[in-house]
């Protein structure tokens, strides 16, 4: 037997003091029957009155509740903006939520061949992908690129903070231009990004917000004080956004990936990554496509909130003689 709503609000209800968020509709059959339905906060902003789906009863601490699932075939499409998206775990990320069927936004600095690439492939998995150009650690560069991105794909669900630089030397020889740069990406830059992003999800009736930090930011490492820093800077913002932003239904996470097999990793020295393979409990890299699914595990489970998850082969529980 179909439903299908017949009037909703997507007015945040806080109940305490179980604080949750969800929307509230009526929904009605074809008989006329109508009940008071939950949906689930990852439909804030897709779905409208008439949209069919079907109901399921669940049991929660308030008693049993009638649960609404539109069925919205895909259409419309979720959007997720990552930066740095062209290449490496950014490209990987990209590539994921479209094979979930998102609308993806790529905003890197530069449209260059691999961003092409990417772009093609994502298309290829049968959504719109769209590319704006972005330098996350500039306001001005970063509000232009949302509004655009906005713009082309209508809304934003789920914004990746990826993009991200290193500069490594060890302290004597570290400039302090090689320290701002590398702040100003990959910390300014989320927090500029989030920023941005926030009113658009916020208006929407929720979001999610994943910033790529490290095993470095947890664990520190030597000639890597720059990006240490501003990895340990995301894992403090994440929290506090997680906190500030729940009463708009926005979840904010980090994820801190260990040495990934991209062009970033593959930069460090070979006897330094060797030593490193040698003391990690499976001596290996992580695939960006192992990042990629954690990072849309994150997004589709409405329970996990300013967490750090290390993807790390058992680096963070390694010592020097394990
Ligand atoms: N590769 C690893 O071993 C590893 C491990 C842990 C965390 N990470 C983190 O994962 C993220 C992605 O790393 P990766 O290995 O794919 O790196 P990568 O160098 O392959 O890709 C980085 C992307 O960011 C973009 N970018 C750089 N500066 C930018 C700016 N100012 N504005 C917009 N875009 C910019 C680049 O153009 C590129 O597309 C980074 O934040 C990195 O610190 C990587």
Known sequence: MGWRIRIFTELLTPVEPFKST????????????????????????????????????????FGKVTVFIPRLNGYPRRVVLVTGGSRGIGASISL??????FNVVIADIMRDEEAEKTLEAIRGLGVEAYY????????ESVSKGIGEAVKLAGRIDVLVNNAGITRDTYLERMSEDDWNKVLDVNLKGAFLCSKAVYPVMKKQGGGVI????????????????????????????TKTLAKELAPYGIRVVAIAPGFAKTRMALAVPSPLLQEYLRRIPIPRLVEPE???????????????????????LGTTISSPIA
């Not at 704006?132 to 306001?139: F, P, Y």
């Not at 910033?211 to 720059?226: K, T």
């Not at 990072?295 to 489970?301: A, D, G, L, R, T």
């Open 210 to 237: 994943i910033n790529i930090s490290s095993i470095i930011g947890i664990l520190g490492n030597p000639a890597q004080a720059n990006y240490s820093a501003s990895k340990a800077g995301l894992i403090g913002l």
């Open 132 to 139: 704006v150009e972005m330098d996350v650690s500039k306001w």
């Open 22 to 61: 969800y929307i509230l509709a009526i929904v009605e059959n074809e008989q006329g029957e109508r009940k008071i339905a939950r949906i689930p906060s990852k439909y804030f902003g897709l779905v409208s009155e008439g949209v069919e789906g079907d109901i399921t009863e669940e049991w929660t601490v």
């Open 96 to 101: 994921e939520f479209a094979k979930h069927g």
């Open 290 to 312: 192992e990042i990629a699914k954690l990072v849309f595990h994150v997004v589709e489970n409405e329970a996990l909130n300013g967490i750090v998850i290390p993807i790390d």
